[in-house]
């Protein structure tokens, strides 16, 4: 990779060949311009999931994979923030996908804000083309106070995922998700939103949370 990435999408995957080309595909196709960098990382998997991460970062300049200890979901974050050289970070899970304007939206809150932290809903969406919107989706972008943020968690009117949101790579020098635990995102992003700095919520279904 030549150019100095702006974005690191961070993917960990576990026995998920099946999804990971689409997963993938959904970085690839946002409709930004600036420079994103993919790192797939491989946590243990059984199947041939490992195989298709070698040959996406041999076909794709912007995909990298690394390794991580078959240890749970939070080492493999914490492994691939380690590995990331862009100013933002953002999370995503290998069998999920992004709406196609996924990031143009949350930068452009971020630029109109100049926030440190920039979230959206999320779309439960099935196999045989069900969906489930899980929040209002008003359409409208929003700086959130702290107590603000800290209460939509609390009242399930947003989500404590880190999978929909993007970070100052900087922010991680000091915050990483806790090993060894279920529920790592619900562990940490209390304290995540209170210290962050300033926050936005865009209220629309720009994650595709997935079900077979």
């Known amino acids: 990779m030549d150019q100095q990435p702006y974005l690191s999408v961070i993917i960990p995957v576990h026995n998920t060949a099946d999804t990971l080309q689409r997963c993938v595909d959904s970085v690839l196709n946002q409709t930004v311009t600036f420079p994103i960098e993919i790192i797939l990382v491989e946590n243990g998997s059984t199947d041939n999931s490992p195989e298709l991460c070698r040959e996406m970062a041999e076909r794709y300049d912007c995909v990298r994979t690394i390794t991580s200890s078959p240890a749970g979901l939070s080492l493999a974050r914490n492994c691939g923030v380690k590995a990331a050289r862009g100013e933002w970070v953002a999370f995503l899970d290998s069998d999920d996908l992004l709406q196609p304007d996924f990031f143009e939206a949350l930068f452009k809150a971020r630029d109109e804000y100049d ?3 920039v979230w959206c809903n999320y779309l439960n969406v099935w196999a045989d083309g069900r969906q489930e919107h899980c929040f209002a989706d008003t359409g409208l972008t929003v700086e959130k106070s702290v107590p603000e943020a800290v209460a939509g968690i609390l009242l399930d009117t947003s989500t404590s ?35 962050a700095g300033k926050l936005v919520h865009v209220d629309r279904p720009l994650y595709l949370y997935t079900h077979t």
């Open 115 to 117: 926030a440190d932290m």
């Open 161 to 195: 995922a880190s999978w929909n949101r993007i970070l100052r790579k900087n922010f991680f020098d000091t915050h990483k998700f806790p090993e060894g635990v279920i529920f790592e995102d619900h562990q940490v992003m209390f304290r995540w939103v209170a210290e």
